[in-house]
Nanobody, 125 residues
């Protein structure tokens, strides 16, 4: 599976941004897909994920109510809509895929076998 993230940039606090991740590969529409982020000097953390089996969704507490994950099967793309962004959302955002995800471990980077390159999101005035 190959993944290509895009949509990052500079946004002011309180603003919005939408990240996209195009994925491709055999049966990739059935894969679980996740968004992760890594800020300088910090560990990579799970932001949101969507199950390939039943569409279940999970969010990190830090983004609940502000970020929305969605998937367009026809376009083989997963999105992360980021609203009311804060300076602490600044990070490199990565998308990832797994064909054997255990949902209880869906937030763990180690649960994902396939990764796209990151896209930088900077929240600053």
């Amino acid at each position: 599976v190959q993944l290509q993230a895009s949509g990052g940039g500079l946004v002011q606090p309180g603003g919005s941004l939408r990240l996209s991740c195009a994925f491709s590969g055999p049966n990739s529409n059935y894969y679980a897909l996740g968004w992760f982020r890594q800020a300088p000097g910090k560990e990579r953390e799970g932001v949101s994920c969507i199950s390939g089996a039943d569409g279940s969704i999970r969010y990190a507490d830090s983004v609940k109510g502000r970020f929305t994950i969605s998937k367009d099967v026809a376009k083989n793309t997963v999105y992360l809509q980021m609203n009311s962004v804060k300076p602490e959302d600044t990070a490199v955002y990565h998308c990832a895929a797994s064909n054997s995800l255990i949902w209880s471990a869906a937030s763990a980077p180690a649960s994902y076998s396939f990764w796209g390159q990151g896209t930088q999101v900077t929240v600053s005035s």
